[in-house]
């Protein structure tokens, strides 16, 4: 599986982004996907995640009520609308997917094990 992230980019605090993931399938599959964010010096921080059919979804306590998680109705691309962002939101963010049909989330890193090439979000004060 190969992942391309997009829409990342430079927004004034308040502003809004919206990120896209789309999952080349080599194979056909269930994709549970995620989003997850770094700054330098840091851990890869949960952001979001998505069941295979988009069933489920979960956050990190830090985003919830301001970013919303979803996926195409193919179900191979995941968007993160990011809204009232912050200044704390600037990060390289990643969308991450596994192959599985459980219908619940991961939130953890160690369970997927396909991975974007990141995208840039800068959110100024």
């Known amino acids: 599986v190969q992942l391309q992230a997009s829409g990342g980019g430079l927004v004034q605090a308040g502003g809004s982004l919206k990120l896209s993931c789309a999952a080349s399938?080599?194979?056909?599959?269930?994709?549970?996907m995620a989003w997850f964010r770094q700054t330098p010096g840091k851990d890869r921080d949960f952001v979001a995640a998505i069941s295979w059919n988009g069933g489920s979804t979960n956050y990190a306590d830090s985003v919830k009520g301001r970013f919303t998680i979803s996926r195409d109705s193919a179900g191979n691309t995941v968007y993160l609308q990011m809204n009232s962002l912050r200044p704390e939101d600037t990060a390289v963010y990643y969308c991450?997917?596994?192959?599985?049909?459980?219908?619940?989330?991961?939130?953890?890193?160690?369970?997927?094990?396909?991975w974007g090439q990141g995208t840039q979000v800068t959110v100024s004060s």
């Open positions: 991450a997917a596994k192959a599985s049909s459980y219908l619940g989330t991961y939130t953890q890193r160690r369970y997927y094990n396909y």
């Open positions: 399938l080599l194979t056909f599959g269930k994709l549970a």
